[in-house]
């Protein structure tokens, strides 16, 4: 979606359920009629509409899940079909959850960008119980658990969802077993920072705004100041990876650098590495398939 189509919609006094379900996919919905396409639009050269033509039935049940929930926790009365809802706070509600769901990254680049005016980070209640959780040195092996995993901690439900997280009993009998764990004052414990880092290594989809909290108050002291930005991100990887590249050794696969810029920059998308690395590498022996073996 282009900045000017979503900020006319944010102009907008109020959104009906439908219109922000697609909004959060990345749908113009002035091209929608529900979950089909206008007419006018079924040829449309636009990736929302492709994906509906590829799977209609997978695309209706997308959106009827995210319509749901944006009933039952945006609208005014919890509950009611027909409540228009607030602009600001679908985007507040889209920030707050973003860990649980896939948003489109420019509506998340948009709701983020301060220049918009709509402080989702300011208000947001999670953010702020992630600031008291990255505190603590040690959490017990259920709050890292519940935190790593996007839950309520002390409940083992997802946030904002009375749906229980598989994910966070698969990690309590990991960390049970796991060198992290400690024992203080017949408790065990693991200590925050490295649980973090142990399990960004493992691939788990750990909340970025724990992440943040924990590398950027609680390392530095300080507040980030929206250093997760996609844009920043986007940056500061390219700046490392180009000093990568003029190193003029190529020791990975380009995947397994995808997968270490991801775990070095926050809220990098997989494409935006895909951008970097053919921005800095084209017309180079990097461009190949193959890794060459080192002398």
């Known amino acids: 979606m282009k900045k000017e189509l979503l900020s006319s919609w944010f102009a907008k006094e109020s959104w009906s359920v439908d219109d922000a379900a697609l909004l959060l996919y990345g749908c113009n919905p002035s091209m ?26 997978r695309f209706e049940s997308l959106l009827h899940d995210l319509r749901c929930d944006l009933v039952a926790e945006v609208s005014e009365s919890r509950g009611g079909e027909g409540d228009p809802l607030i602009p600001v706070r679908v985007a507040q509600w889209a920030y707050d959850v973003k860990n649980r769901f896939w948003f489109d990254e420019e509506f998340l680049a948009y709701i983020q960008n301060p220049a918009n005016k709509i402080s989702c980070q300011d208000n947001s209640w999670i953010d702020r119980g992630y600031s008291e959780w990255a505190k603590l040195d040690f959490w017990t092996l259920e709050e890292a658990a519940d935190l790593l995993s996007g839950c309520q901690v002390g409940r083992g439900y997802e946030i904002r969802s009375r749906h229980p997280n598989k994910l966070r009993d698969e990690l309590i009998f990991t960390l049970t077993r796991s060198s992290m764990c400690v024992t203080r004052e017949g408790t065990k414990v693991v200590e925050s920072r490295k649980v973090i880092d142990w399990a960004i290594s493992k691939e788990i989809a750990v909340p970025p705004m724990l992440v943040t909290k924990i590398r950027g108050e609680k ?12 844009n920043l991100q986007k940056q500061q990887c390219k700046k490392w990876f180009q000093g990568v590249f003029n190193a003029g050794v190529k020791e990975k696969t380009k995947g397994e650098y995808r997968k270490e810029a991801l775990s070095k920059f926050l809220g990098l998308a997989g494409r935006s590495f895909d951008a ?20």
């Open 32 to 57: 929608w009629d529900r979950y089909v396409p206008k007419e006018e639009y079924l040829e449309a050269d636009d990736t929302s509409i492709h994906f509906w033509h590829a799977s209609p039935t």
């Open 276 to 295: 970097v690395w053919d921005e800095v590498t084209k017309g180079s022996d990097w461009q190949k398939t193959r890794t060459p073996k080192l002398k």
């Open 219 to 230: 390392i530095r002291g300080e507040k980030t100041h929206n250093n997760n930005s996609p």
